[in-house]
């Protein structure tokens, strides 16, 4: 049982590599806790199997963001600021 309530809030999840990633135990946690959730991802070779892995959430988002890009940190911050206003957190793992 999760003891915490994130129903309502919104998390950007970066980094899940794999189902044995650090980042998708914590997106799991989230999603457990009631948060929707964002991913990106790094490189078109991940999208498939992150597209897999977030299937079963609702209204999850997936982003193609390569850190070192600053034009592709802006234009999905910008894509998550219109889609859902604002973030309550953002774990990079």
Sequence with gaps: MIGIDLEGKKYLVMGVANRRSLGWAIADQLATAGAQLAFSYQAER????????????????????????????????????????????????
């Design 46 to 93: 991940l999208e498939a199997e992150l597209e897999k892995l977030t299937a079963g959430l609702d209204g999850r988002l997936l982003f193609r963001c390569d850190v070192s890009q600053e034009a592709e940190l802006s234009a999905m911050f910008g894509q998550i600021a219109d889609q859902w206003g604002s973030l309550d957190g953002i774990v990079h793992a």
